[in-house]
């Protein structure tokens, strides 16, 4: 298969899952292999709402290949569930996926045949009331009853009997004990680490090594591993121009909300608790969006970067892969100010439908086009055409673990290759649609170091037209006044020159972000 196949196939640009992420034609079994025969009156008479909208959405995860953050808020919505019932529910799916890993190492303890064994329905309502029990403030009779009754309603009786001996055993073991029986079952401390924080092997390790080679110290991995599984804040950007911070706290204040400042970024607000973005009317009509402050930042670094030559009229910038939008948005924003022009490409046309509807707000003549295309042949279609390019990557997403939990458990190591070659040959095609002296920005949302400085590495190891600038430079020169933000040690090559975002130091997605210059 060719690579412009994988292209569309893998990665972000996957167009086969439907608005709420699932995969299209995949089967939508909600435990009917094990529905019970018995009469109504013969089953629980009341299975609890946010229990019942957890296990739905664990199921449509498992088996439709969706995303939990797709399939959350409108079943949410559709079940009429607000306040505490939602926040719990959004609490047991998020955290049961993002340790799933733990949990499936506990009950291996209590359940007398391998786990593989278990049909996939009963799986997961272990792994709901595992979490119950030693990851929230549920009392255990509660966790255990509660959990047995959503099992004889969505899976049947005969099910509701082992889940109901198997989470009692779970019980009677604290959480600290059982972390240390897993870091005593482990052969090795990275074994250890991988199992009692939830993340698969080979994650751990590449985490670790993209530690080490951005100049950190690994030790740092059992932080950042506990920053994967830690519920991020909601945090906005006040696209410029459009609107402004205090106008956003304002609205917020009306609609009974709080944001704070973001820490980095003068463009970023952050939630407070669980509250709906789309409440404030800035958000509404996307003068506002939700975006990641380590998004953020690597965006307005991009238009800050020094350019040779004019820079503010008549001038083209362009998002070679602008799905969903959220930074297309933000550079048309700052476009704006300068009398540029963006082009936001995406391969997807249902990606591409988003970021239409993000740029909705951007102000006339602004967004020069929104088109769908394979980016990989911009640069052979549209030579030296822009002055600042995107390349908003493709990647595995091990930088957003703890907005995508499930993500960590559908990738393997396989996906690097397919996604590497793709990354490299989109960075070539936006080196050849920048303008000489132009810069481009390459960005993954992920600090694996196959996807980032060696991706970068090979590119530039075969031409001799384009040269990395100082991204940490542009980086500094963007942030909220008097910020101290730790980017790691200069060494002194090329490194030095790349910005590696963490969510244990930064509070960010692990972005990365390489800073390039066309020399001729």
């Known amino acids: 298969m060719s690579g412009r196949d994988d292209h569309r196939r893998d990665g972000r640009h ?20 094990h529905r019970s025969n018995q009469a109504p009156s013969q089953r629980s008479r009341r299975t609890d709402p946010a229990r019942a909208v957890a296990y739905d959405v664990m199921r449509e995860v498992d088996a439709s290949d969706a995303y939990a953050n797709l399939v959350l808020p409108p079943l949410l919505r559709e079940r009429r569930l607000t306040g505490r019932d939602a926040a719990f529910a959004t609490e047991l799916t998020y955290g049961t996926l993002r340790l799933r890993g733990r949990y499936d190492a506990i009950l291996a303890h209590r359940v007398s045949r391998p786990l593989d064994q278990l049909d996939p329905e009963i799986l997961d309502v272990l792994r709901l009331g595992t979490h119950q029990l030693l990851g929230m403030r549920v ?15 969505r899976v049947g009786a005969g099910p509701a009997q082992m889940v109901n001996a198997v989470l009692r055993a779970v019980g009677r073991t604290s959480l600290d004990d059982w972390l240390e029986q897993l870091r005593d079952d482990a052969p090795d401390e ?16 590449a985490l670790r090594e993209a530690l080490a080679g951005a100049g950190r110290d690994p030790d740092e991995t059992a932080a950042l591993l506990d920053a994967d599984n830690t519920a991020p ?4 950007v006040a696209r410029p ?8 706290r304002d609205e917020a204040d009306q609609a009974d909300l709080r944001l704070e400042p973001g820490r980095w970024a003068p463009t970023a607000l952050v939630m407070a608790g669980g509250s709906d973005p789309a409440a404030l009317p800035a958000v509404a009509d996307a003068r506002a969006g939700v975006q990641d402050e380590g998004s953020q930042l690597v965006t307005l670094a991009l238009a800050a970067a020094p ?50 509807r993000a740029l909705r707000a951007a102000p006339d003549g602004v967004v020069e086009q929104v088109r769908t295309g394979d980016g990989r042949d911009v640069g052979a279609d549209e030579p030296g055409a822009f002055d600042r390019v995107l390349v908003d990557a493709p990647c595995t997403g091990l930088g957003a673990l703890r907005r995508r939990p ?16 793709l990354q490299g040959e989109l960075l070539d095609s936006a080196l050849d649609a920048v303008r000489p002296w132009g810069v481009v920005a390459y960005v993954t949302c992920s600090p ?45 090559g090329a490194g030095g020159l790349d910005v590696q975002l963490w969510p244990h130091v930064h509070g960010t997605d692990a972005m990365h972000l390489t800073l390039m210059r066309r020399t001729r």
Do not use: F
């Open 14 to 33: 996957d167009d086969r899952r439907d608005a709420r992420g699932r995969q299209r034609g995949a089967a939508r079994t909600r435990g009917d292999r």
């Open 448 to 492: 694996h170091q196959a996807e980032t400085r060696l991706v970068v590495d090979d590119v530039l190891r075969r031409r001799d037209d384009a040269e990395r600038i100082d991204a940490r430079a542009a980086v500094r020169s963007v942030l909220v006044p008097d910020a101290d933000i730790d980017l790691g040690p200069d060494d002194g």
């Open 307 to 356: 350019l040779d030559g004019p820079d503010d009229t008549d001038r083209r910038w362009l998002d070679l892969c602008a799905g969903p939008g959220g930074k297309s948005a933000l550079l048309a924003a700052l476009a704006a100010a300068r009398g540029a022009r963006l082009v936001a490409n995406e391969v997807q046309p249902h990606r591409a439908r988003l970021v239409s």
């Open 139 to 153: 009392p255990p009779h509660a966790a255990v009853s509660e959990t047995v009754a959503l099992t004889r309603d």
């Open 233 to 236: 804040r909601v945090t906005l």
């Open 241 to 248: 121009g459009l609107a402004d911070p205090d106008t956003l």
């Open 406 to 421: 499930e993500s960590r458990w559908r990738r393997t190591p396989a996906d690097l290759g397919v996604l590497t070659r």
């Open 190 to 205: 990275l074994h250890a680490l991988a199992t009692s924080r939830s993340h698969p092997l080979w994650i751990t390790r």
